[in-house]
């Protein structure tokens, strides 16, 4: 089974940037999409951006387009988020996800394969 350790989370000014880290290990990660997630208190878990194996597409949320990137450097199993213009409604917990299918990317329900979590607070 593949384990995911997310890293690089903390406290940022609105207008910051932070990039967080998501490390893979167990069994081969070949193949896999990579997604983050976020959950603000008292709400549900939601897309934010997804990649896949081989970095050829990406998909973003709408309240993160231009802002947000994801990459990945499969040589290392590891995947990133680039978090620019933080907005204090981006706080939350921020969790990386992986999963074999390619069915549904946006939904939690496809990923099978999640990380801790990192908090990201933006203050204003």
């Known amino acids: 089974q593949v384990q995911l350790v997310e890293s690089g989370g903390g406290l940022v000014q609105a207008g910051g940037s932070l990039r967080l880290s998501c490390a893979a290990s167990?069994?081969?990660?070949?193949?896999?999409?990579m997604a983050w997630f976020r959950q603000a208190p008292g709400k549900e878990r939601e897309f934010v951006v997804a990649?896949?194996?081989?970095?050829?597409?990406?998909w973003h949320a709408d309240p993160v387009k231009g802002r947000f990137s994801i990459s990945r450097d499969n040589a290392k199993n590891t995947g990133y988020l680039q978090m620019n213009s933080l907005k204090p409604e981006d706080t939350a917990v921020y969790y990386c996800?992986?999963?074999?299918?390619?069915?549904?990317?946006?939904?939690?329900?496809?990923?099978?394969?999640w990380g801790q979590g990192a908090q990201v607070t933006v203050s204003s």
């Open positions: 996800a992986a999963a074999r299918s390619y069915r549904n990317l946006i939904r939690t329900l496809n990923y099978n394969i």
């Open positions: 167990g069994r081969t990660f070949s193949g896999y999409a």
């Open positions: 990649i896949s194996w081989s970095s050829s597409i990406t």
